[in-house]
């Protein structure tokens, strides 16, 4: 009988500047990633949106998501592997956390403010879209009316 260890890591994943035109989906790839590792989720958060080093897969610009969790050794194995395979995270990182004081993940707990992010992305989008729609209404009308 093989015996469970539970220990406490940190991942940091890498997903393209796009993303951020859909926060939701990249927080609920990683999510789904540490599901299926039946890992616990201590905080997320979305740590940095920033100029990468270098082009990775021709991408200049990523966004970082931190998680910290809880999950058996062995199963670290297969989130490393559903990370290399992913189609939308450019890299990730995961290592052990010992160092890190609960306090310090609970610290970094950032679910609510990424939540807020998503809705007031979505909200400015929805605006601009009804801007955009806006101005094409006048300016279709005023064509209609000299071609008339």
Same mark, same amino acid.
């Given at each position: ?12 994943? !890498? ?11 990249? !927080? ?5 990633? !540490? ?13 940095d949106e920033r100029k990468l080093a270098y082009d990775v897969d021709g991408n ?5 998501? !931190? ?7 062995? %199963? ?25 004081l609960p306090e310090e993940m609970a610290a970094n707990e950032g679910r609510q ?9 979505? %909200? ?17 009308e005023t064509a209609e009316a000299e071609s008339h």
């Amino acid at each position: 009988m093989s015996e469970t260890r539970i220990c406490t890591y940190e991942g940091l994943f !890498l997903f393209p500047q796009a993303a951020t035109a859909d926060l939701q989906s990249a !927080l609920d790839h990683v999510s789904e990633i !540490l599901h299926r590792a039946q890992a616990e989720v201590i905080s997320m958060s979305k740590w940095d949106e920033r100029k990468l080093a270098y082009d990775v897969d021709g991408n200049k610009r990523g966004v970082y998501f !931190l998680a910290y969790f809880k999950c058996d050794t062995k %199963n670290v194995v297969s989130i490393e592997r559903d990370t290399r395979l992913s189609e939308r995270m450019l890299r990730a990182l995961v290592t052990r956390a010992d160092h890190v004081l609960p306090e310090e993940m609970a610290a970094n707990e950032g679910r609510q403010k990424l939540a807020d992010e998503i809705i007031l992305r979505g %909200n400015e989008a929805a605006a601009a879209a009804a801007a955009t729609a806006a101005a094409a209404s006048p300016a279709a009308e005023t064509a209609e009316a000299e071609s008339h």
